[in-house]
């Protein structure tokens, strides 16, 4: 079977089940699909209980749609948003990408500006990976959420599809958590409610597909894997900012950025 980290790709959603399973609808003209996984379900399908919704970045205003779908998985109070991956490999560098267009606002907090604008709390880590850092990716998360007492946490990662419809087109959204490398056989420990004690909203974009030619098996991603990643960060990253402190335009999310 092939790899894949997308729950719309699950053997059993596409053994023809899929209206049992699956709660299709449209943002404006921007397709999405939502799963709902319970205890009995997640039996049934090998994945974690919680809310999936695969964004299709086909038609329509997806930058928008996006943002509305991540409002609905948002949770009040302070937060860690991290970045996944390595930035020094294309399709690995989704989750250190999207980050820069997250600004940390918790170090203003004491301003007055920070109170009149109703900002909200927000640390970034970029975590890099454990073969650069010699650390746990969970563990890092873990220890500085607990360390800056924030309410959930956010993580951005790349995953891996098994089917060319999806690669570089969607964006997947979930409050069940991640399992790091899990689509390319590199499974490191799991973020999620259970591992950290803070909820886990888990955003990612398939960069790579699982091929398979003359009994060999290959990840492979898109000739322009560069452009589509610095595309899609940018959706995610300004799309996570203005929804965490909607009162901050685009130019003064810019303007707190550290470029």
Do not use: W
Request: charged share 25%; with cysteine; aromatic share 6%.
């Amino acid at each position: 079977m092939k790899r894949s980290d997308l729950i719309c790709e699950n053997g059993v959603i596409n053994a023809k089940k899929e209206a049992f399973f699956v709660h299709k609808f449209y943002i404006g003209r921007t397709l999405c699909e939502e799963v709902t996984v319970d205890e009995s379900l997640s039996e049934q399908l090998g994945k974690a209980v919680g809310r999936y919704v695969t964004i299709y970045c086909d038609e329509g205003d997806y930058r928008e749609c996006f943002r509305k779908i991540v409002a609905g998985f948002i949770c009040e109070g302070s937060v860690l948003v991290a970045g996944l991956g390595n930035e020094r490999i294309c399709s690995d560098s989704l989750g250190a990408k999207t980050i820069k267009y997250v600004p940390a606002t918790a170090h203003l907090s004491d301003l007055k500006a920070f109170s009149e604008l109703n900002l909200r709390k927000i640390f970034v880590i970029e975590t890099s990976v454990t073969g650069k850092t010699g650390m746990e990716c969970a563990e890092q998360i873990k220890c500085i959420a607990d360390k800056a007492c924030v309410d959930f946490i956010i993580v951005v990662d790349s995953l891996a599809c098994s089917d060319t419809q999806r690669l570089c087109r969607t964006i997947q959204i979930t409050d069940s958590g991640i399992s790091p490398g899990a689509g390319v056989g590199n499974l490191r420990k799991e973020l999620n409610e259970r591992t950290t004690g803070k909820k886990v909203i888990a955003i990612g974009v398939p960069t790579v597909i699982d091929y398979e030619a003359e009994n060999e098996n290959f990840m492979v991603t898109p000739r322009n894997i560069d452009l589509l990643v610095d595309e899609f960060s940018e959706i995610i990253g300004y799309g996570i900012s203005s929804v965490l402190n909607p009162m901050l335009s685009r130019d003064e999310i810019n303007a707190l950025i550290l470029k």
